[in-house]
C-alpha cells in the first residue's frame, strides 16, 4: 500500500513545499543585499522611508518614489499598519504622508516624532498654511521670504519687550525649525526666499489650525505670554 507521500514522483514537490520554493524565489528576487530578509522591491522600500523621516512624499519633490507608493500601496499600507501608522494619501494634489493610526482605547507606542510648538512656532504655521490656501486659489507657488516672515511674527512681540535681540532669535528659530521639517524649502540661488510645502495644508486640517488658534489666542490674552516662547 502506498502513501500520498510515497506516490509523489522523483523530483516532484509536495504543495507545501511548492509554496515554500515560491517564497523563496520571490525573496531572492527582492533581496538587495546579504542577509536581506525584504521583501519589498527597492523603489517601494525607497517610498516606505521617506514617509516614515517625512514630513511627506510628494509627487513634484519626489518623481520617482511617486509611482512606488502607488503601484505598492496596499504592501506599504499595510507595513505601516504594522507599526500603528496610517498612510494618508491625496491622490488629487499628489501628497502622502504618515500619522498615528487612530487606535481607540489601545495603548499603542508612538513612532513618530513630534516637535513641541512654541507661540512663535504656531503662528508661523497658521501664517504659512493662509499664504498656502491663497496661493492655491491663484494658482500660483506659495512664496515667501525671511523678512515678510520675520515682519509678520513681529506682530506678535509683547509691547513691553526690552529684548529685540531675543525675540528675533525667537522667530529665526522657527523659521529654521520650518525648513528642518521640510515645511519651507529654500529657492535655488536665494537662501531666504522659500516655497510653502503643499503638505502643510494636509498636515493641519481645520482642526489643527482650531487648536492652535485657540492656544495662540489664549497666550496672547496673557500679557508677558508671548515673550516667554
Known sequence: ???????LLPGTLSPAADESEQTHDEHSDAQLYPGDTGLLPEPARR???QLLS??????????RL????????AVIRSRLADLFLELILDPDRSIAFTRQADTGELETPILLRRSPLTFIDSVLLLYLRQVLVDAELRAQPALVDRDELAEQLRLYEPADNTDRAGFDKRVNNAVEKAKK???LSPLKGNADRFEVATSLKLIFGPEEVEQLTAIYSAMAAEPGQEGAQ
Request: proline share 10%.
Open 1 to 7: 500500500m502506498t502513501t500520498d507521500e510515497d506516490s
Open 47 to 49: 517610498a516606505l522611508v
Open 54 to 63: 517625512g514630513p511627506s512624499l510628494e509627487q513634484r519633490r519626489h518623481p
Open 66 to 73: 511617486w509611482p512606488a507608493l502607488l503601484q505598492h500601496e
Open 181 to 183: 521639517n521640510s515645511l
